[in-house]
């Protein structure tokens, strides 16, 4: 008596014995309408634009640590210029001595900056005095602001990758691996679809059964398939000339409707 007492206590029992069947579509479908929005408002704009934030950042820290870390209060740039400085804040060296190994040039000023602009790091230099002393030229110059352009420094290449694109600017993408993660992407609003209307099945038609967790795992099980099979048709579009987009669509749209099929043979 217990155990019957528990299991009647099974919050789907609850709505339905609270709410109408129309009650209970409305609320599914008002609910589903909902995910649906939330998950292609994610996949197509507020992942991309967070994502692509996340890639110019690491594109910055990657470009950052190839200037060498500071260390000891100095930091040296391969065999181009050694930099000592007195103490740094927020990415700025202040008290600064410089010298530039090629140009045989000392700096000596306030402070110095590392910007980064299109294609180049350069060093911006304030308040200071630059000596040369080389062969050709012996010279003094004291500068309020001072950039020396590191050109062999030069910023990685920024690749966009997949998760830059939108679905459609996917599947319009001249290269073959993009446009099969666009196709891909296509299949799992299906499948999002195709998750809602089994859970509508099981809030619906849901009933007490001892073998209920048996049931729910085949259909846990079903889900895992599709989804396996699904990865392996990429594979095979991306490796394979023979294997085309409509074979892929038609694959998709078969294990869909069997994988439906065979749920609702399961909640029956």
Known sequence: ??????????????????????KIKFLFILFSILVFAIFTLNNEKISKNFYEKYKIKELEIRNNLKLGTPSQKEFHIDDIVSIFFEFEEEGVFYDIEAIFYNENQFIKSKL????????????????????ILSKDEKSQMVFDKLTYVLENKKY??????????????????????????????????????????????IILFYKNKNSNIYHFSFIFFIILIVQIINSYLIYLLNN?????????????????????????????
């Open 156 to 201: 990685e290449e920024l690749h966009m990758d997949k998760d830059h694109y939108n679905t459609l600017e996917l599947i319009s993408h001249s290269n073959k691996e993009f446009k099969n993660y666009g196709h891909n992407k296509i299949f799992q609003y299906f499948f999002l679809f195709f998750v809602c209307l089994i859970s509508f099945k």
């Open 1 to 22: 008596m217990i155990n019957t007492k528990i299991r009647s206590s099974n919050e789907i029992i609850i709505i339905k014995q609270y709410l109408s069947l129309d």
């Open 240 to 268: 394979f000339e023979k294997f085309q987009v409509n074979h892929y669509y038609l694959i998709c749209l078969f294990i869909l409707l069997t994988a439906h099929y065979l749920s609702n043979k399961t909640i029956k």
């Open 112 to 131: 110095v900056e590392i910007e980064l602009s299109k294609s180049n790091f350069n060093l911006v230099f304030s308040e200071g005095k630059r000596m």
